[in-house]
């Protein structure tokens, strides 16, 4: 429903389908220190102005700790960029910018905004529809105001029950992350829903959303409720901005119980997946070390004893008022255990906090909790990233280990690659760093442990569906005529590459990667390199190439599409592909589209070699949105359902790719 009032172009009577590549204008555009690299492709497109000066919003966010000459000079210029062009900008020590973006008001319930960041899901927390884009995006939506999106397919997850005392958003993310480590909802919209949904606050709302990012999803979204309303009415009244007023909490409140209809899933609706999760049964959990696919309850890893050398309570998941203040209450129900001492921390160990935004220090600080924390020794750091993307004081350095209440941790994510990192809630992290290993608030204090070498029982399932265009519950719409110039339909011999995970390497080799004189040709001749050699020897024209899961996986290259382009490929169909991947291969005219079950199919028939000569041909049939294949003898043996391809992709393509249509949308707004 929110993608819908954010479509641009639908014909008369036309929704947006799970599939569905459509036009899209964002509330807003959030880009922050990468703003510097926008600006030059900004300026490589021929545009001189904001298309709307009220969507781009600057925040500058990762690097504030670099005072070095060549960053203060990126700083600069992104500042006087806002200034030229009135738009908004938010300097380095205001926070983080997802952090601005919902404080501000810029992030509303009930609308979509985009960010050049793949932690922009976090915007679904207040039920706004956050979900991330490349750097050409975000050019594109300077100029013209718009962009492209695919709609991805829905999961609902079910939260029962409600959370134990302890218990708090990032161990219901973390867990859900580790039971359902499979992939369940990659590249999926995640809707949260359940009587536990309901009573979470708004701050571990926001931290489960973050996370989903980490889980696999493109946005993780909770439905606006009185809890929302009243948080938002609280800010009103204390922290009031420009969006956030007594008025448009007011009208907010008003739309909410006007047409409830508009603010909730319909009571049928159809999801390409249901999973559930009982709160009630969850405990604190733990993830890694070094992934967020494993999680283990605390109960269990306490008696380990893993001792750590490092502590962070920062970034964007956990940096709150809320999570300074569990970490606060940590150190002084410690103090009240130990009367007559300070409390500090664990020799051998360095604990740092960052509040995720200058309003955050304020509150901290007028609540006592900053203070607490500094005196039991944590190391205050500024109002951004820093070590959570392995920038600026206290990074992990080789051997050593962290615990973090961050919301990644990947090796040589926060330093070393010798290292290791564990994630967990500000309050354990702030019990680890006390005691020097890690560890429960309880067991920090001295009372009874409720360590086990069993692990306790969390009740979870997860029900199937289909994942087929059809699941919105409504009839497919009547093919639309392509626009000029686009085919409605493709055909060709099918190659088939049965690899899952083919990475961007893999397609393009990173050797290659900043040789700016490769040519067409030996693009050509290179593709596929290091997975096939034999690839740009097979290969012809218009072949349609058929992959595995995770197609496109790893660096943002775009030359992995572009290679692809350079052999005559023009359609990729995968089981999945990675996002970055599918929105750099349509930015540059490359169509690559999912189906499971043709993938399934051929894996039946095909396992080897590397690149399979099929002897099938394939006719996809895109505005219509299904794939047909036939075999020698002209006779089908297979179809099935694909997305469409709607008008905004076909503009896109028939253009040769975004910066085109860039181009050609900014000459005929000047005619």
Known sequence: KIAQRHAVGLGEGESVRSGDFIAIRPRHIMTHDNTGA?????????????????QPVFALDH?????????????????????????????????????????EGHAWPGTMVVGSDSHSNMYGGVGCLGTPVVRTDAAAIWATSQTWWQAPPVAHVELRGKLAPGVVGKDVIVALCALFGNDEVLNHAVEFGGDGASALAVEDRLAIANMTTEWGALAGLFAVNETTLRWYEARAATRPTAAITPEAVAELRHS????????????????????????????????GPDTVKAATPLAVLEPQRVAIHKAYVVSCVNSRAKDLREAADVVRAVQNARPGEQVRVAPGVQWYVAPASSQVLAD????????????????????????????????????????????????????SKRAHTYLASPAVVAASALQGFICSPAAAVGAESTASSTAPTVAYGIEQQSSSSAQSGQPAPATQAPIAGFPAALSGRLLFLPADNLNTDGIY???????????????????????????????RPDDVLVAGANFGTGSSREQAATALLAAGVRLVVCASASETFKRNAVNNGLLVLECPSLVAWLRERFATPLTVVTGLDARVELTAGRIALYDASGALAFEAEIPRIGRAAQEIIVAGGLENWVRQRMAASAD
Not at 258 to 285: C, E, M
Not at 379 to 389: K, Q, S, Y
Not at 510 to 533: A, C, F, H, L, S
Request: hydrophobic fraction near 35%.
């Open 509 to 539: 080799p990173g050797k290659y990667t900043y040789q700016d004189d490769i040519t067409r040709d030996r693009m050509r001749e290179i593709v596929m390199e290091n997975y096939d050699p034999a690839f740009s020897t097979t290969v």
């Open 63 to 103: 690097d504030i700790q670099n005072k070095g000459d060549k960053n203060t000079a990126k700083y600069h210029s992104i500042e006087r960029f806002a200034a030229k062009h009135g738009n908004r900008f938010y300097p380095a020590g205001r926070g983080i910018a997802h952090q601005v973006l919902v404080e």
């Open 364 to 415: 901290a600080q007028a609540a006592g909790d900053w203070q607490v924390l500094l005196d039991a020794g944590a190391h205050a750091l500024p109002p951004g990233c820093g070590p959570c993307i392995g920038l600026g004081t206290g990074l992990l350095e080789d051997g050593e280990v962290g615990i973090s209440a961050t919301n990644r941790n990947y090796k040589g994510r926060m330093g």
């Open 256 to 287: 909410v119980a006007a047409d409830p209809a508009q603010w909730r899933a319909d009571a049928g609706a159809k999801y390409a997946k249901r999973l559930w999760l009982d709160l009630s049964t969850l405990t604190p959990h733990v993830s």
């Open 38 to 54: 926008v600006i030059p492709k900004f300026a490589s497109i021929g545009a001189t102005r904001l298309a709307d000066a009220r």
